[in-house]
């Protein structure tokens, strides 16, 4: 059964940090590229950013670049997200998933809340 359990959302000022955390279920994790996606009311989730496998490649969307970095411990089926200089437009329900994501809802977590204010 394959799940991800998203934490470590909360309330953070501009140019605070946080670190998210998914914790995934499921022989596949070691072996996927893991993304983590972002999403506002009423617009379309969007990838945040990608970590391969083994770890070594990375990829960032323009908006996070040089503040996010993704990273993955396989021996504790976790992936990271350590998000820097915040800014109110990182506002958004956090999720974990493989990339290419799965289209079936049943296989995405609950997410977890970010939200970036004064």
């Known amino acids: 059964q394959v799940q991800f359990v998203e934490s470590g959302g909360g309330l953070v000022q501009p140019g605070g940090s946080l670190r998210l955390s998914c914790a995934a279920s499921g022989a596949i994790f070691s072996i996927v590229v893991m993304g983590w996606y972002r999403q506002v009311p009423g617009k379309q989730r969007e990838l945040v950013a990608t970590?391969?496998?083994?770890?070594?490649?990375?990829t960032y969307a323009n908006p996070v670049k040089g503040r996010f970095t993704i990273s993955r411990d396989n021996a504790k089926n976790t992936v990271y997200l350590e998000m820097n200089s915040m800014k109110p437009e990182d506002t958004a329900v956090y999720y974990c998933?493989?990339?290419?994501?799965?289209?079936?809802?049943?296989?995405w977590g609950q997410g977890t809340q970010v939200t970036v204010s004064s």
């Open positions: 998933n493989p990339y290419p994501p799965y289209s079936d809802s049943h296989y």
């Open positions: 970590v391969t496998s083994s770890g070594t490649t990375k």
